[in-house]
């Protein structure tokens, strides 16, 4: 059982983080071995199942943890509109989330209906690192269009809240 109020000190952390450091001794940014820390790519909120899933890892260094974070404190910076955002998995012609490059595609590739934007996406199921490639993804996004929204849809059922994970990621009160 994990004790919420110090979930790290946990022995089933522990064990996960270690695992998770011998598989992946470097970060997955800029590929150092020094000062690494475990992160939860999509946050747990005291989710079991998103805490101890070790899809939801990413070996991070104290740098890149700490920029993760920085490049959600800017959209704070931003106007929140209520324009809906539209994502639509499975579209043949639509981003490739997989890869690198993926980050640095033309963040102008949307559709702008005017009262809604429209992202299409190959892929039809996203694991939480495609989530948190999107999200990254979409900061650029909202800096480009300056405005943020947290009408986010999709045009297939997903295992996740994109608004819910912006708002907590930025301090929002998520209710």
């Known amino acids: ?14 064990t996960i983080k270690n695992e998770h450091l011998n598989k ?9 071995t020094l000062n690494l820390q475990v992160d939860h790519i999509l946050e747990h909120n ?9 899809n939801n890892l990413q070996t991070l260094c ?8 920085l490049y959600m404190l800017n959209l704070k910076k931003l106007n929140v509109k209520d324009i809906k955002i539209k994502i639509n998995l499975n579209v043949e012609n639509g981003l490739n989330i997989e890869g690198n ?19 299409n996406l190959k892929q039809n199921n996203l694991t939480p690192s495609q989530v948190d490639k999107l999200i990254q993804y979409l900061v650029k996004f909202f800096i480009t269009i300056k405005f943020i929204s947290f009408n986010i849809v999709f045009n297939n059922a997903v295992e ?7 708002k907590i990621r930025m301090g929002v009160n998520s209710d």
Request: include cysteine; aromatic fraction near 26%; charge should be positive.
């Open 1 to 14: 059982m994990i004790n919420w109020k110090y979930p790290y000190n946990s022995k089933e952390w522990i």
């Open 24 to 32: 992946f001794p470097y970060c997955k940014n800029c590929f150092t």
């Open 46 to 54: 005291n989710n079991l199942n998103l805490f101890l899933n070790k």
């Open 62 to 69: 104290w740098k890149c943890h700490g920029n993760k974070s």
């Open 101 to 119: 490059e993926f980050l640095f595609s033309d963040v102008k590739r949307f559709l702008n209906y005017g009262n809604f934007y429209v992202i």
């Open 160 to 166: 996740f809240d994109l608004s819910k994970i912006f």
